[in-house]
């Protein structure tokens, strides 16, 4: 079986969030893809196949588990397929656990997935939280939620005070994975607010060790996710028609940078997000299946 590396979303050297992708996985089992993704051992590897209802049908797997959707890896796989002239610059649709998905192939280089239109859900307690990341109270923002919000996947948002304090977090994994069992969620998106956006929107970190990823460099649904909050909350300046830059992976030193964009229609409302970026090819790899 071989499989393709990339690194996603990125935009300096020694960028961005590695990824596998497997292509012409029709004939593999569930096992089979879980046990591929395990050997990988990147934070997700995406297995595409045929589809009777999409342009192509796409399953993601983590090292433990499989998901519903995973942002990085779908520009990964959409990049492989350009550069091996299985699609063009174009509009693609995409079956996946989350729904039929659209992908967007532009000129640039850039791709970009529309994500699932925002569900908004509970507001979690603030000290369970700042105690998972051994912060004080004080450094979680006084003015915005901490609240579980999904464009595909389910994560909890945490706002922070100022970009400093996301350096400061020491994340207590069990504890974190505990807090996201019960609460059925995949994850901590920790961000800040940048003090101008034309250069960055926000920077974030995200943890998921219940699914065996302790920390993300580039996070494509959770940062679709971000955008939406932070429209509903009204941080965003001019959302209409605008491509924001958020920044990820900086204190893993793996810099990434992923764009996002909102269409609103007449009532304000978010119509479609979507979450996209560049890739390149690292290497490929032959896995021995028994």
Known sequence: MRCWFGFPILFRRLGGNPAGVVLQAEHLSDSQMQEIARQVGFSETAFVMPSDQADFKVRYFTPSDEVDLCGHATIALFYLMKAQH??????????TLAGILEVVVEASGEIYLSQTLPKFGKIV?????????????????????????STGLRDILIAVNHVDVLAKIVPDFQLIAEICKAHQVIGYHVFALESDAKVALAECRNFAPLYDIPEESATGTSNGALLCYLHKYNQLSDPHDTT????????????????????????????KIQVGGVAVHIENIRIQLS
């Open 125 to 149: 307690d603030r000290q369970q939280i700042a105690h998972s990341l051994h912060i004080p109270l004080h450094d979680l923002h006084a003015e915005l939620p901490v609240q579980i919000v």
């Open 244 to 271: 924001y830059t958020i920044k990820q992976g900086y204190t893993m030193n793996r810099p990434s940078e992923i764009r996002a964009r909102l269409t609103l229609g007449i009532s304000n409302e978010t119509t």
């Open 86 to 95: 299985l699609v063009e610059v174009g509009i693609y649709t995409l079956e």
